[in-house]
């Protein structure tokens, strides 16, 4: 078992609708968690960063964690054509030096179609 | 601010033979991370380094190796090559931990390496 579980997609949605992504996880050690998004032969770009349960909002992003149930959430809200690329969760913090370590999930692929 | 900067942006080699790779980090940081990313293992951490120091490594064969000079500037090293390594390599960079805070880490656009 992967220590991140992430749907692959892929997820096809039309323009201005509200997109969920989801991660799940099985190491409790993890402390602090990203979202990225990479379009087609670019590098990640940080979308959010949290680090403890709850929301955090950021114009159309909305990041949630939820630590008991070693789930985290990304909702994206009037989604854009723009939009379009894959979505990674990524994780961190497992303990002693680790903490340069991110874990990532496999990837979301969405298509925002107009 | 510049972002992370990479070089080359593409590289092909053939089997057997040896890389490097270059990272600039963002101004100020100190902290590299290398990952691979591969269609079919995802995002893979090979290796952090810091202040000159390597802080982890992932589990990845010796052929891969790595260092940091002190104006915080990375190379990568792979010796060796197999076919299994063409990938996408990627660079992060990030301030990394203070006052029990972790930093982000700010990714660069990666170099695609070919081994045929």
């Known amino acids: 078992q992967k220590e991140v579980e992430q749907d692959p997609g892929p997820l096809s949605v039309p323009e201005g609708a509200i997109v969920s992504l989801n991660c799940t996880y099985s190491n409790s050690a993890f402390q602090y968690f990203m979202w990225y998004r990479q379009y087609s032969r670019k590098g990640p770009e940080l979308l959010m960063y949290?680090?403890?349960?709850g929301n955090k909002e950021d114009g159309r992003f909305t990041a949630q964690v939820d630590k008991s149930s070693k789930y985290i959430s990304l909702f994206i809200r009037d989604s854009q054509p723009s939009d379009s690329a894959t979505y990674l969760c990524a994780m961190g913090g497992a303990g002693g030096t680790s903490y340069g370590k991110l874990t990532f999930g496999q990837g979301t692929i969405l298509t925002v179609h107009p | 601010k510049a972002g992370v900067t990479q070089t080359p942006r593409y590289l092909i080699k053939t089997r057997g033979q040896q890389v490097t790779l270059s990272c600039s980090p963002i101004?100020?940081?100190?902290?590299v991370s290398w990952y691979q990313q591969t269609p079919g293992q995802g995002l893979q951490f090979l290796f952090e380094?810091?202040?000159?120091?390597?802080?982890n490594k992932g589990n990845f064969p010796g052929r891969f190796s790595g260092r940091q000079f002190s104006n915080s500037r990375s190379e990568m090293n792979v010796s060796t090559l197999e076919l299994g390594d063409s990938a996408l390599y990627l660079c992060?960079?990030?301030?990394?931990?203070?006052?029990?805070?972790?930093?982000?880490?700010?990714f660069g656009p990666g170099t695609r390496l070919t081994v045929t």
């Open positions: 949290t680090y403890s349960s």
């Open positions: 101004s100020g940081h100190r902290s």
């Open positions: 380094y810091f202040s000159e120091t390597q802080r």
């Open positions: 992060a960079s990030s301030l990394g931990m203070a006052s029990g805070r972790v930093y982000e880490q700010y």
